[in-house]
């Protein structure tokens, strides 16, 4: 038993750091293989998907629908930039990091961005890796602050333990914030300084139009082999006073015809290569194309897929014009397989507004009417329920769970959000991850492979006694966060310290909450963290913009930690 939960975890380890296959499905195969093969009874196994953190933290998630849908952040947001960019990055600071201790670090940083990208005082590039740090170590400050630190109050109460309370993290957490917030004021002239080129819209697109002795005519798209163009997708066909879009591959050519296409306009040959077509007679300027800017959500149901097989243009009424994930540009649409963090610049025809699948799968950044807010009253409402929820739950009058219920349920009734909202936006991701991650950890320590991990971790750090053990288990889930992802991270981290501390026989505290402070470290690779992939592909991003000043955040937070936790979490 032991060496197949070896090899599987190994196995799984792999294909986490390989990034190829979303998260959920390997933890959820995983899982279900540990049940097949008997180590897991049915019970435990469905068990698992029903944790009181998990099911606390399904429904905070759906709770912040209504919260993003208030004015407050739009309030807020605009009295963060100002002329001067210290006091600017100050602002930003004290606001994401304090928004982002109640709530979901994603969302906050989609609220944002759009302010960032669009600021007129300085350069986005020197904003938006503070902005992404700043929510991850608000999120340290207290148990509902990120999903890391809910994944690990599950395992707490699946060993038996006391229920972790809300504001047990917060002086750590608060200690980690003022740290980074001063390395990143201190320490500013490490990030990027690029100055954001939009590109006209000439430079996204390529018009073509059909002449009357073209051989295409009479011909459909399929048979004309326009579907297949690696570079280039066909966006639609301008036919006299008609656009048609979405093209259909059995649409028939007809002389005339002005054919755009998107993708990497560099590749002019391909289309020349067609007999009757002449490339570039067209006045793009002209056209009337409403462009969006998106980046597609850690949610969004296009990830894993190529845009073909998503049917792009049907199910969203929009054509990618053009697809950037970091510094890179795809240049090859069509057959790109999407990840979260992805921006897209989409042309957008009348119903993309109307479209009810938007919000599930982006991050809207253009400033377009597509959110229907809430008013004054009603945002006052859910933003001072929600904080009227945190405070009766600190005090004990409430357990979070049964607080969180109601106010959803108050949520529904008034409309503040709708049930169709609730649906496209419950969290599966997480949750399939969530409850995995539970049955794999069950039988990583009934398999007895987390103490074999736990007597290693002694072996090398054990001579420096329980603190040095500490220090182990806590390096140990930071370098899994950086390579993989941090709910990842904690997942298969946690079993490991609880083992450790049982087997030093101390209290498991400053062990458990070095794997959630550690589960939140990733600062240095973009890959590690959702927030990190929104804000890498707005400006162009490199990994070592990252490395540079992330290797800094990292060892002033690492330092705090080490020093703060085993003084506020005895041995």
Not at 338 to 362: H, W, Y
């Amino acid at each position: 038993m032991k060496i197949i939960v070896a090899l599987s975890i190994l196995f799984l380890l792999a294909l986490l750091i390989g990034n190829k296959i979303r998260a959920s499905l390997l933890f959820g195969s995983v899982a279900l293989l540990y049940y097949l093969l008997g180590y897991l009874d049915l019970k435990t196994f469905l068990g698992s998907y029903s944790s009181d953190s998990l099911v606390v933290l399904v429904i905070l998630l759906l709770v912040s629908v209504a919260i993003e849908k208030s004015v407050i952040m739009g309030y807020i947001s605009k009295f963060i930039i100002s002329k001067n960019y210290y006091f600017s990055l100050f602002k930003l600071g004290i606001v994401v990091s304090g928004i982002s201790a109640f709530l979901n670090n994603t969302a906050v940083v989609a609220s944002f961005m759009s302010l960032i990208k669009n600021n007129k005082f300085h350069a986005p590039s020197r904003l938006l890796i503070p902005l992404s740090y700043f929510s991850i170590v608000g999120g340290t400050m207290t148990l509902i602050g990120t999903s890391t630190n809910l994944i690990v109050n599950s395992f707490v109460l699946q060993n038996s333990l006391e229920s972790l309370k809300i504001f047990d993290f917060f002086a750590v957490g608060f200690c980690i914030s003022v740290g980074v917030l001063v390395v990143l004021m201190f320490c500013n002239k490490l990030l990027p300084n690029y100055e954001e080129e939009e590109k006209k819209i000439e430079e996204y697109l390529i018009s073509a139009e059909v002449l009357d002795n073209s051989p295409l005519i009479g011909k459909s798209i399929e048979e004309n082999g326009l579907r297949r163009l690696e570079y280039l997708f066909l966006l639609e066909i301008e036919r006299g006073e008609r656009s048609i879009a979405p093209v259909s591959s059995k649409e028939i050519i007809c002389a005339g015809d002005q054919l755009v296409f998107s993708g990497d306009v560099a590749h002019l040959e391909v289309l020349r290569g067609f007999k009757g077509l002449e490339v570039g007679k067209q006045d793009l300027k002209k056209q009337e194309l409403e462009l969006v800017d998106v980046v597609i959500s850690p949610e969004s149901n296009l990830i894993g897929k190529s845009v073909k097989e998503t049917n792009f243009r049907t199910k969203f009424d929009a054509g990618i014009i053009a697809l950037k994930r970091g510094s890179q540009n795809i240049s090859k649409i069509g057959k790109s397989v999407l990840n979260a963090g992805d921006r897209l610049i989409l042309s957008v025809g009348k119903d993309f507004k109307n479209r009810d699948n938007i919000l599930k799968n982006f991050y809207i950044l253009s400033n377009i009417d597509k959110f229907q807010k809430l008013n004054k009253a009603q945002s006052l409402f859910v933003v001072l329920g929600f904080l009227g929820i945190i405070a009766l739950s600190a005090l004990k009058v409430f357990s979070l769970l049964k607080a969180l219920v109601v106010f959803l349920l108050i949520l529904l009734v008034f409309k503040f959000v709708k049930l169709d909202e609730i649906k496209r936006r419950f969290p599966l991701e997480i949750f399939i991850i969530v409850g995995s991650s539970l049955a794999i950890t069950k039988v990583l320590v009934e398999s007895g492979l987390a103490k074999d991990f736990a007597d290693i971790i002694i072996g090398i750090f054990g001579e420096y006694g329980a603190y040095g053990s500490f220090v182990g288990i806590y390096l140990l889930t930071l370098l899994l966060t950086e390579m993989i992802t941090n709910n990842a991270a904690a997942a298969l981290a946690f079993p490991i310290g609880f083992a450790t501390a049982q087997s030093l026989g101390v209290s498991p505290m400053p062990f458990i909450f070095a794997v959630a402070y550690g589960a939140s470290a990733g600062f240095m690779m973009p890959h590690g963290y959702q927030t990190h992939l929104m804000v890498s592909s707005m400006c162009g991003y490199k990994t070592t913009d990252f490395i540079k000043i992330g290797w800094v955040v990292s060892l002033v937070y690492s330092i705090i930690v080490l020093l703060v936790t085993p003084i506020v979490f005895k041995f």
